[in-house]
Protein backbone atom coordinates (compact mmCIF):
# COMPACT_ATOMS: atom_id res chain seq x y z
CA UNK A 1 0.00 0.00 0.00
CA UNK A 2 1.67 3.28 -1.16
CA UNK A 3 1.74 6.08 1.76
CA UNK A 4 -0.16 8.59 1.98
CA UNK A 5 1.20 12.33 1.86
CA UNK A 6 -0.81 15.30 3.50
CA UNK A 7 -2.14 18.08 1.02
CA UNK A 8 -2.08 21.47 2.17
CA UNK A 9 -5.07 22.87 3.38
CA UNK A 10 -7.96 24.41 1.23
CA UNK A 11 -7.43 27.61 2.31
CA UNK A 12 -5.00 29.64 4.94
CA UNK A 13 -5.76 33.13 6.67
CA UNK A 14 -3.74 35.83 6.61
CA UNK A 15 -3.02 37.21 10.06
CA UNK A 16 -5.38 40.63 8.89
CA UNK A 17 -8.49 38.26 7.85
CA UNK A 18 -8.15 35.89 10.68
CA UNK A 19 -8.60 38.64 13.17
CA UNK A 20 -11.48 39.95 11.06
CA UNK A 21 -13.29 36.88 10.88
CA UNK A 22 -12.54 36.05 14.54
CA UNK A 23 -14.17 39.65 15.37
CA UNK A 24 -16.85 39.54 12.99
CA UNK A 25 -18.09 35.75 14.87
CA UNK A 26 -17.72 36.93 18.63
CA UNK A 27 -20.02 39.85 17.41
CA UNK A 28 -22.81 37.28 16.32
CA UNK A 29 -24.56 35.16 18.76
CA UNK A 30 -24.87 31.69 17.81
CA UNK A 31 -22.78 31.91 14.77
CA UNK A 32 -19.83 29.16 14.99
CA UNK A 33 -18.37 30.24 11.18
CA UNK A 34 -17.83 31.74 8.15
CA UNK A 35 -18.82 29.47 5.33
CA UNK A 36 -16.87 30.56 1.74
CA UNK A 37 -18.39 29.34 -1.64
CA UNK A 38 -18.51 30.10 -5.15
CA UNK A 39 -21.82 30.86 -7.37
CA UNK A 40 -22.23 31.73 -11.09
CA UNK A 41 -22.82 35.03 -11.98
CA UNK A 42 -21.39 38.50 -12.68
CA UNK A 43 -19.49 39.33 -16.17
CA UNK A 44 -16.65 37.19 -15.10
CA UNK A 45 -19.04 33.92 -14.90
CA UNK A 46 -18.61 33.19 -11.28
CA UNK A 47 -18.49 34.94 -7.95
CA UNK A 48 -17.49 34.39 -3.90
CA UNK A 49 -19.93 33.74 -1.25
CA UNK A 50 -19.51 34.09 2.28
CA UNK A 51 -22.57 33.49 4.98
CA UNK A 52 -22.49 32.76 8.32
CA UNK A 53 -22.71 29.12 9.29
CA UNK A 54 -24.51 28.31 12.64
CA UNK A 55 -23.62 24.37 12.27
CA UNK A 56 -20.77 23.04 10.22
CA UNK A 57 -22.18 20.83 7.33
CA UNK A 58 -21.49 16.98 7.22
CA UNK A 59 -19.11 17.58 3.85
CA UNK A 60 -17.79 21.04 4.70
CA UNK A 61 -13.97 21.66 4.78
CA UNK A 62 -13.16 23.50 8.05
CA UNK A 63 -10.31 25.76 8.23
CA UNK A 64 -9.65 26.89 11.69
CA UNK A 65 -6.53 29.64 11.24
CA UNK A 66 -5.14 32.05 13.92
CA UNK A 67 -8.62 31.38 16.27
CA UNK A 68 -10.60 32.02 13.15
CA UNK A 69 -13.08 28.98 11.61
CA UNK A 70 -13.80 29.53 8.10
CA UNK A 71 -15.96 26.82 6.12
CA UNK A 72 -15.16 25.94 2.60
CA UNK A 73 -18.68 24.67 0.89
CA UNK A 74 -17.86 21.39 -0.42
CA UNK A 75 -18.81 22.69 -4.34
CA UNK A 76 -16.42 25.21 -4.04
CA UNK A 77 -13.02 23.21 -2.77
CA UNK A 78 -11.40 22.56 -6.37
CA UNK A 79 -11.95 26.11 -7.05
CA UNK A 80 -10.31 27.35 -4.38
CA UNK A 81 -7.33 24.79 -3.32
CA UNK A 82 -4.37 27.05 -2.75
CA UNK A 83 -6.23 30.45 -2.05
CA UNK A 84 -5.20 32.65 0.51
CA UNK A 85 -7.85 35.04 2.15
CA UNK A 86 -6.26 38.55 3.45
CA UNK A 87 -8.55 41.54 4.54
CA UNK A 88 -7.67 45.00 3.24
CA UNK A 89 -8.95 48.30 4.22
CA UNK A 90 -7.89 51.57 2.27
CA UNK A 91 -9.01 55.04 2.30
CA UNK A 92 -12.01 54.23 0.54
CA UNK A 93 -13.09 50.14 1.60
CA UNK A 94 -12.40 47.09 3.96
CA UNK A 95 -12.70 43.75 2.23
CA UNK A 96 -11.72 40.32 2.39
CA UNK A 97 -9.62 39.53 -0.56
CA UNK A 98 -8.99 35.88 -2.52
CA UNK A 99 -5.61 35.75 -3.71
CA UNK A 100 -6.63 32.98 -5.55
CA UNK A 101 -4.08 30.62 -8.19
CA UNK A 102 -7.25 29.22 -10.10
CA UNK A 103 -8.49 32.58 -10.87
CA UNK A 104 -7.47 33.28 -14.60
CA UNK A 105 -9.25 36.54 -14.88
CA UNK A 106 -11.77 39.23 -13.25
CA UNK A 107 -14.12 41.69 -14.49
CA UNK A 108 -12.76 45.47 -14.15
CA UNK A 109 -15.21 45.86 -11.27
CA UNK A 110 -13.62 43.25 -9.23
CA UNK A 111 -16.82 41.79 -8.34
CA UNK A 112 -16.59 38.42 -10.16
CA UNK A 113 -14.13 36.24 -11.40
CA UNK A 114 -13.12 33.37 -14.02
CA UNK A 115 -11.80 29.97 -11.69
CA UNK A 116 -11.14 26.87 -12.94
CA UNK A 117 -11.19 23.49 -10.99
CA UNK A 118 -7.59 22.86 -9.40
CA UNK A 119 -5.68 19.73 -11.35
CA UNK A 120 -6.33 16.89 -10.13
CA UNK A 121 -4.97 15.42 -7.10
CA UNK A 122 -1.96 13.22 -7.74
CA UNK A 123 -2.38 9.56 -6.65
CA UNK A 124 -0.59 9.27 -2.86
CA UNK A 125 -1.68 12.67 -1.81
CA UNK A 126 -4.46 12.31 1.19
CA UNK A 127 -6.83 15.60 2.60
CA UNK A 128 -5.37 17.41 5.67
CA UNK A 129 -7.37 17.40 9.11
CA UNK A 130 -9.13 13.95 7.97
Not at 22 to 38: C, Y
Amino acid sequence: MPSLRMMPKVMTLTDAAAARVATLIAQKPGVKALKIGIKKGGCAGMEYTMTWADQIGKFDEVIEDKGAIVLIDPAAIMYLLGTEMDFKTDKLSSQFVFNNPNQKSACGCGESVNLEPAPAVPEGFAPADR
